[in-house]
């Protein structure tokens, strides 16, 4: 399974955008890339996922690197509520539903 | 919509007893999966189902947990007999098959085990 690295932890100031990258060097051409976060003593929850173009929901947006060998996820303004786990995962069309969480990058949100 | 429901929130028991861990699924998902989560591995996928029908078993540590789903409303995750190292989160999720949103997994709130 292609893998990903992300920074263990960041910190944003409420209000301002939060960029946090993932590198997947190593991804395929059928990978899709996948965000979740996990906020304090609950279950992760999916914030958006993407293949080869840039995406946008309510929650986020995703810019995908042109050879795909990293993402970046865009909060556009940081709560307080965003504080929480990030994961990026790499999820191969073989594989199935098969999500592999890594460590994920931690977010904290100072006021 | 309820969401994925879990139960119990919290099981403590002793050591070589059998635990059964409890998910409904939302309604209509087709998908179901089950995860564990500790500070020193994460978050693991165990086993996960397709309209009830066991699809990749091979995140499940070994013969003493088993994970079962009778209907598409309900699935329990057993182990049997329990042992300290399995003092964790177990988390269960589901899915639906809707285009690009079918990847897109709703996760319960967990059930914290703890084997003394």
């Known amino acids: 399974d292609a893998k990903t690295t992300q920074p263990n932890s960041m910190e944003s100031n409420e209000e301002e955008p939060v960029h946090l990258p993932c590198n997947h060097s190593?991804?395929?051409?059928?990978?899709?890339i996948h965000w979740y976060r996990q906020l304090p003593s609950q279950g992760p929850e999916y914030v958006i996922h993407?293949?080869?173009s840039n995406v946008n929901n309510r929650m986020a947006s995703l810019a995908i690197a042109e050879d795909r060998k990293s993402s970046t996820l865009i909060l556009h303004r940081a709560t307080l509520r965003d504080a929480a786990v990030y994961y990026c995962i790499l999820r191969a069309i073989a594989g199935g539903r098969k999500l592999i969480f890594g460590q994920g990058t931690e977010l904290s949100v100072k006021p | 919509d309820a969401g994925v429901i879990q139960s119990p929130r919290h099981e403590v028991t002793e050591m070589g007893q059998e635990v059964t861990l409890r998910c409904k699924p939302i309604?209509?998902?087709?998908?179901l999966f089950w995860y564990r989560q500790t500070m020193m591995r994460g978050l693991e996928l165990l086993i996960y189902f397709n309209n009830n029908v066991p699809i990749d078993d091979s995140g499940m540590p070994e013969d003493r947990f088993s994970a079962k789903m009778p209907n598409a409303s309900f699935s329990t995750l057993k182990i049997q007999p329990s042992e300290p190292r399995d003092s964790a989160v177990y988390f269960c999720?589901?899915?639906?098959?809707?285009?690009?949103?079918?990847?897109?997994?709703?996760f319960g709130p967990g059930t914290r085990l703890t084997v003394t």
């Open positions: 190593t991804i395929s051409g059928t990978d899709y």
């Open positions: 309604s209509g998902h087709d998908y």
């Open positions: 999720a589901s899915s639906f098959t809707q285009g690009l949103l079918a990847y897109e997994q709703y």
């Open positions: 993407g293949l080869t």
